[in-house]
């Protein structure tokens, strides 16, 4: 690529992980290396195992503690994040990658996992030619106005809201 963008998928709706993914997906096929960070995500979902089929060209790490969803972030959870952005940074400068996601990163800045500033730097140190992906629910106007691209996945009906759980290589 001769130069990479900034992409948020933020919004309240489905989708956002899945467009990063699917990215990710086209990306390596096209023969583009890919780094996937996920902040605040622990466990063997289905697209995680699906990925593994391409651990040649996508390589895909997990920072969560498999217990934070809402409230306040501990010590663990914190220090998980931070961990995170420093396999995130060392992605950036190594210039080894074409596309690096920082999967639920505005989620993990909306609960103070890391700052606003944290995602922003990210943004600066990113090589010219590597495409950034940000994902997570209720990304800040600041990483907005920073990014080049913004999509917002609005939810408008979910099933969930009738009671049915997530499914097995639909949503989990």
Known sequence: MEKGYVQIYTGNGKGKTTASLGLSLRAAGA?????????????RYSELKALE?????ITIEQF???????GKPT???????????????????????????MEEAAV??????ISTDDILEMIK?????????????GASEQLI?????????????????????ARLGIEN
């Not at 023969?31 to 466990?43: D, E, N, P, S, T």
């Not at 030619?129 to 994902?135: A, G, M, Q």
């Open 31 to 43: 023969g583009l290396k890919v780094y996937i960070a996920q902040f605040m995500k622990q466990g």
């Open 125 to 137: 140190i990113k090589p010219e030619k590597t495409e950034l992906v940000i994902t997570g629910r």
């Open 75 to 101: 010590n663990e959870d914190i220090a998980a994040g931070g961990r995170c952005l420093e396999a995130i940074r060392q992605a950036l400068i190594s210039a080894a990658y074409d596309v690096v996601v």
């Open 145 to 165: 106005a920073a990014a080049d691209l913004v999509t917002e996945m609005r939810e408008i009906k979910h099933y969930f809201q009738e009671g049915v759980q």
């Open 108 to 113: 993990a800045e909306k609960f103070g996992v």
């Open 53 to 57: 089929r391409f651990n040649d060209l």
């Open 64 to 70: 969560g503690t498999g217990k934070f969803t809402v």
